[in-house]
């Protein structure tokens, strides 16, 4: 028989996942206790998150969403939410922090270093960067790297070297916090792939499209609730530019005629005098 502890952990678990219509995976790998505790802090009432063992998380995951099992690697935890997959998603990405390396990490994205002064005096500095292979020189009484450089591609392992200099340019090229693995809701599974949408972007671009679409709508006369006071503004100064040309005096447009009649007049005075 599985030890009591288990079984209840298993049932807890079971708990959580028919008690919330968001359900996730995240890593929890490398994160202190103490960040863990704040994290928890910020979530709470959000989003609720429980550390377990992946075997007792895949028990509890069989009724209905099975497959969410397949993202499970190394430390994880189980989230459950409310809120949308793409909300969760975001406010868990939030609370991820930069740290620096510390050296024998594997690099998460390509670290660059971009040329430019230093705040650096003259000194053993200079050396300390081009061991690491950063292309630094003194120049104006200051360190200056003379070109940006890739020093480490995404994958590779991060030597004790370049962490050093990396921290020395305040560079943090590691993230620690939860790592979204995959969100289920209503029997889609979402990975982060899907779940990292710019959302400033999708307002701009809907922001774009709504001012091209009544562009349209405008010069096709197309009526709507938004159109109509614009058609209506159109309309009225086709009118009276078409009642200008025509020569057609009425209550809007004699005072046109009469502006025009004197500035003629005024021409033929010249003219006379």
Known sequence: MPAKWKLEEV???????????????VGIRGIPASLMQEMRARMR???????????????????????????????VGIIASKMNPFKVYKEINEMRLRMPAKGGEIAPEDIVVKKGDTPFKPGPIVSDLQKAGIPASIRGGKVVIDKTVTLVKKGEKISKEVANALTRLDIKPLEIGLQVYAIFEDGIIYTPDILAVDVNKILQDMQ??????????????YPTKETMPLLLQKAYRN???LAIESNIYTKETIEEFIRKAYLQAKELEKIGG
């Open 11 to 25: 049932e807890n678990l079971k708990k959580i996942v028919s008690s919330y219509p968001v359900v996730g995976i």
């Open 45 to 75: 009432g959000k989003i609720l998150l429980r550390v377990s063992k992946q075997s007792l998380i895949s028990l509890a995951l069989q009724n209905g969403m099975k497959e969410l099992a397949n993202y499970m690697e190394g430390e």
């Open 208 to 221: 774009h499209a709504k001012a091209n679409a009544m562009a349209l709508a405008i010069e096709i006369g």
């Open 239 to 241: 009118a009276y530019m």
